[in-house]
């Protein structure tokens, strides 16, 4: 396996996954992100989730990571998703995640600048 780069970290606080990107990620480190999140999906045995994802200290990625991610949202719009939060300050970032990710468009998605109210847009819906 490849080296990754990027960072990832995922929590799970009730039904909600919670996770934090750091840097620029390239397909290996996309890996870790997808690969962390089905396993707290498995995990949770058919129960309904969120997730919030905090994007502020993302910076990009590859294209073969946008295409790792657009392989976990096809996965993921077959599994029992809620919704989903994203705390993102890059207009620009979550356009190119729009465009390089077509199947999120499925997916029930609202964009926040800090987590606390995603947190409880979240809390809101779940």
Not at 11 to 23: A, C, E, F, P
Not at 71 to 85: D, F, P, R, T
């Amino acid at each position: 396996m490849g080296i990754e780069h990027g960072e990832v970290s995922i929590s799970l606080k009730g039904n909600i996954i919670v996770v934090r990107n750091v840097g620029a990620f390239n397909e290996y480190g996309a890996q870790q992100y997808t690969s962390g999140i089905e396993a707290i999906v498995n995990d949770l045995q058919d129960t309904s989730f969120s997730i919030l994802i905090n994007n502020l200290e993302f910076l990009g990625g590859t294209p073969e990571a946008y295409q790792e991610l657009e392989n976990y949202n096809v996965w993921l719009n077959q599994q029992k998703l809620i919704a989903k939060a994203m705390v993102i300050t890059s207009n620009t970032t979550l356009d190119v995640i729009n465009k390089l990710s077509p199947s999120r468009a499925s997916q029930q998605t609202r964009s926040f600048d800090n987590e606390k109210d995603a947190m409880n847009w979240l809390q809101t819906i779940s």
